[in-house]
């Protein structure tokens, strides 16, 4: 059960994109469109923004898409505004019947 | 709208046991799995268990195997955490979460505010 591996920091400008990459093993990440990202801003719980690889829940904009490709997934956030700064989290289903998360990447709005 | 609000959070000394509640509301818990997700203050998210809605299908993360039991009241709308030996590394704040489908495997579509276990002597 090793966590999934994320850059630990990224930024980009206000109106720019910026793409997270979330790298995982033929146990998880390359075995299942089970993935999923969290946004969490300071001191505030996760929120759900991307399942299944690529499908966004209601209330989500679509400047936010996500991708996979072999054992990685990615979060793209296009048009970025303030309000984006957070932390972002990868997570996987794996063949073990559990979960695992990334460790998070902070997203910086210059 | 979902609420899922967590309690039983304290300081504990190690190797003492603990039980952290969930009460949930705004959705028909028995159709959906659930699961408890523990962040280090000022770290990263760790799955610890999930559940499947009819406690069918269970599981846990290798840290965390053989000493946490989750398990749920469908009749209550509750979930719990029951935590025996515990350790200073299990300090943390404890989320619950819903899946997002029947079993633990679909993913957590929501979470709830946490409850903050602090494991020291």
């Known amino acids: 059960q090793s966590a999934l591996t994320q850059p630990p920091s990224v930024s980009g400008s206000p109106g720019q994109s910026v793409t997270f990459s979330c790298t995982g093993t033929?146990?998880?990440?390359?075995?299942?469109?089970?993935v999923s990202w969290y946004r969490q801003p300071p001191g505030t719980a996760p929120k759900l923004m991307i399942y299944e690889v690529s499908n966004r829940p209601s209330g989500v904009p679509d400047r936010f898409s996500g991708s996979k490709s072999g054992k990685t997934a990615s979060l793209t956030i296009s048009g970025l505004q303030a309000e984006d700064e957070a932390d972002y989290y990868c997570s996987s289903y794996s063949s073990s019947n559990t979960w695992v998360f990334g460790g998070g990447t902070r997203l910086t709005v210059l | 709208e979902v609420q899922l609000v967590e309690s039983g959070g304290g300081l504990v000394q190690p190797g003492r046991s603990l039980r952290l509640s969930c009460a949930v509301s705004g959705f028909t818990f028995d159709d959906y799995g659930m699961h408890w997700v523990r962040q280090v203050p000022g770290k990263g998210l760790e799955w610890v268990s999930g559940?499947?809605?009819?406690?069918?299908?269970?599981g846990y993360a290798d840290s965390v195997k053989g000493r946490f039991i989750i398990s749920r009241d469908n009749a209550k709308n509750s979930l719990y955490l029951q935590m025996s030996s515990l350790r200073p590394e299990d300090t943390a704040l404890y989320y619950c979460?819903?899946?997002?489908?029947?079993?633990?495997?679909?993913?957590?579509?929501?979470w709830g505010q946490g409850t903050l276990v602090t494991v020291s002597s």
């Open positions: 559940i499947s809605w009819n406690s069918g299908s269970i």
């Open positions: 033929s146990s998880d990440v390359g075995s299942y469109n089970r």
């Open positions: 979460a819903k899946d997002r489908g029947r079993y633990y495997g679909s993913g957590i579509g929501d």
